[in-house]
């Protein structure tokens, strides 16, 4: 079993296999969700200070904030399994 690494931004690499969804930061259930993070110790924010354009939801309940949009975190992961697939 290969594990699937994705490039979120400025360096930073979330397991592919460890993501439930990357969601947009913009509607108030999810700022809910963030500020909830915060307050229990569960939140990484990998935007080094700039706004956040994708919000990642992990199966282990952390929640990892990115300054790169969602659609392009999600080409990131279907760009890699169209390699993977076309290597084997």
């Known amino acids: 079993m290969q594990i699937k690494l994705i490039n979120i931004g400025f360096g930073n690499i979330v ?11 913009e509607s108030a259930p999810i700022k809910r969700i963030i500020q909830e993070a915060r307050d229990s110790g569960r939140l990484i924010d990998a935007t080094y200070g700039r706004r956040t354009r994708a919000v990642i939801i992990t199966d282990s309940d952390h929640v990892i904030l990115s300054a790169v949009q969602p659609e392009t975190v999600a080409n990131r992961v279907d760009t890699q399994d169209a390699r993977e697939e076309n290597e084997s």
Request: aromatic share 0%; charged share 10%.
């Open 15 to 25: 397991s592919a296999g460890r993501v439930i969804a990357i969601i947009s930061p």
